[in-house]
């Protein structure tokens, strides 16, 4: 039965004493009217975490170790331990501070809820800075390595050359040697042949005499034996040889060349300050002026939205049934395909990555939201009545998802923690909408939460920046720069970086705007931005731009 309608208990706010009451404060644990939330919140220093009291968490106290019949609704400071009444009556608790359970509940579990804002904003980022660092280290070892081997290849040919240069000039002297030696034979071949020839006539003029019987043949005779008995010389020549130097596999070796030797030293890790220590991140100041450092082309006919996955990667989608992972190449690395049979015009309302890095989509058309988890989609949310159209991920991993009724009459906030609502913002604290109502398709109302929490939606029917603090109370709207009445101001897209800036796209003007966490125009971002729709940041503070000429620009501005 609802609390408010029992007609033997009136449930009363715990502060006025007076109206009925509606939400609950789970960090102080007390009730709270309409009225009495804005003056619970007033106190900044502590986060505070107002829910509507149909959606408080009940406390479940434990029952006590020696009293098993009692539960432990009181805390012995001393001894840090939750007791019983009849604890605290017995001698092992006397002269100790007792404290109600309740209030050491509320301050664990502010510090409960600091860690865990400082594990989600702070810690855990970092560890993935570190493992997208290692990551784009190992991805640059092929290239880094192959320049060594390059290196290595190309002095080896260069002693190779040196080394057949020589071979050559070698080769030459040994033929010419054999040239000559064979020259100084063929003398040699050429001396005896001819003393062979004058031989054979002696011989035969010899014969001839003898045969003739001729006195005065005989009688003029003289006789050459004597000329011949001495040899021809005698080439003798001596072979060259080769006497390589042997060859030394160090010394060669050092001449070739060598290597630095490979140092891995394991550096002990960074220590973070405490969140304490620590009240705000490190200051980057504006660029004067931002540069463009990369544009990817998607390959959308339509471009509306990016999200980072990573410093080098990015999912998109625009007017088509498919979602893509680009590199910053370009290069498409995975594709979630939504539409299903003949269906027209089916296409994403807004993307988002969750801390846990898997995508997240709205589906206007099926009014549902989707999580895409090992490129399966499963429907994690189903409205009824509702289409949703932006999407955001929060620091306490919750979705934020602007959406429109299905008469289009009106336009909310809701947050979600897995598939159950949280909270819904519609009203301000006179009653009036917040948000402009209007078309589902072209009333864009896409959404950032702030590092202080805020709740930032660029709300394009109302030409506004409409910015709420965690608990739905309006803080302020940003209109354009007061001092351009002249241009319309035209926000689409809305994204927030580590310095609490608020950065919206002014689509018809060509232009980001940069606000400060107060709604303080900054400066603009221009860069060439052609219609500039969907933006968000990376962990380094990049933007990047879901740009009209269907291009994800990334953008320096810090």
Aim: glycine residues 4%; contains cysteine; charged residues 25%.
């Amino acid at each position: 039965m609802d609390p408010f309608r029992r007609a033997q208990i009136i449930l009363l706010c715990d502060l006025c004493k007076k109206a009925h009451l509606q939400s609950h404060c789970e960090r102080c644990h007390i009730n709270l009217c309409q009225t009495c939330v804005g003056e619970h919140l007033s106190d900044s220093s502590i986060r505070h975490n107002v829910v509507l009291y149909k959606y408080r968490k009940s406390l479940n106290y434990s029952k006590c170790p020696d009293h098993p019949d009692k539960q432990c609704k009181h805390f012995c400071e001393k001894c840090d331990i939750p007791v019983c009444s009849t604890c605290i009556s017995s001698d092992k608790h006397r002269g100790h501070n007792i404290s109600d359970s309740l209030e050491n509940h509320g301050s664990k579990t502010e510090s409960l809820q600091k860690d865990l804002e400082e594990f989600e904003t702070r810690i855990y980022p970092q560890y993935e800075e570190m493992a997208s660092d290692v990551q784009t280290e190992k991805a640059e070892l092929e290239t880094k390595y192959g320049k060594l081997t390059t290196a290595a290849d190309q002095h080896g040919e260069i002693l190779h050359r040196e080394i057949t240069t020589i071979v050559y000039e070698r080769k030459s002297d040994i033929a010419e040697m054999k040239s000559k030696h064979l020259a100084a034979l063929n003398k040699n071949t050429d001396e005896i042949t001819n003393r062979i020839t004058e031989l054979r006539q002696i011989i035969q003029d010899l014969k001839k005499i003898l045969d003739s019987n001729d006195v005065s043949l005989t009688s003029s005779y003289k006789s050459r034996n004597s000329e011949f008995r001495t040899l021809p010389p005698k080439v003798r020549v001596t072979l060259p040889s080769f006497s390589p130097q042997k060859i030394n596999k160090d010394q060669l070796s050092e001449m070739f060349g060598s290597l630095s030797p490979l140092s891995i030293n394991t550096e002990h890790g960074d220590t973070m300050k405490s969140a304490e220590a620590v009240s705000s991140p490190p200051v980057k100041p504006l660029l004067d002026g931002p540069c463009l450092i990369a544009s990817i082309d998607t390959g959308y006919r339509e471009l509306y939205r990016v999200s980072c996955l990573s410093e080098d990667q990015v999912w998109t989608c625009g007017n088509s049934k498919s979602m893509t992972l680009l590199n910053h190449q370009g290069k498409l690395l995975t594709s979630i395909y939504i539409g299903t049979g003949r269906m027209t015009g089916r296409m994403p309302g807004d993307i988002a990555v969750t801390r846990d890095r898997d995508l997240v989509y709205t589906d206007p058309n099926k009014r549902t939201i989707n999580l895409v988890k090992n490129k399966q989609i499963q429907t994690v949310i189903t409205l009824q009545g509702w289409r949703p159209r932006g999407v955001c991920c929060t620091a306490s991993n919750h979705l934020l998802v602007t959406m429109v009724s299905d008469d289009e009459t009106q336009s909310k906030v809701v947050r979600y923690s897995g598939s159950t609502e949280k909270q819904s913002i519609q009203f301000d604290d006179q009653g009036c909408t917040l948000y402009s109502s209007g078309g589902l398709y072209y009333n864009y109302k896409y959404l950032s939460e702030n590092r202080n929490l805020d709740i930032c939606v660029a709300d394009n029917e109302a030409s506004a920046v409409v910015v709420v603090n965690q608990s739905g109370k309006l803080r302020f709207r940003y209109t354009g720069h007061p001092l351009n009445t002249e241009e319309l101001f035209d926000p689409v897209g809305i994204t927030t970086d580590s310095q609490s800036h608020i950065l919206t796209a002014d689509h018809d003007n060509d232009r980001i705007h940069i606000l400060d966490q107060d709604g303080q125009f900054l400066r603009y971002i221009h860069c060439d931005l052609e219609y500039p729709r969907g933006l968000c940041v990376d962990i380094r503070d990049n933007l990047f731009v879901a740009d009209g000429d269907n291009t994800v620009k990334k953008i320096q501005y810090l």
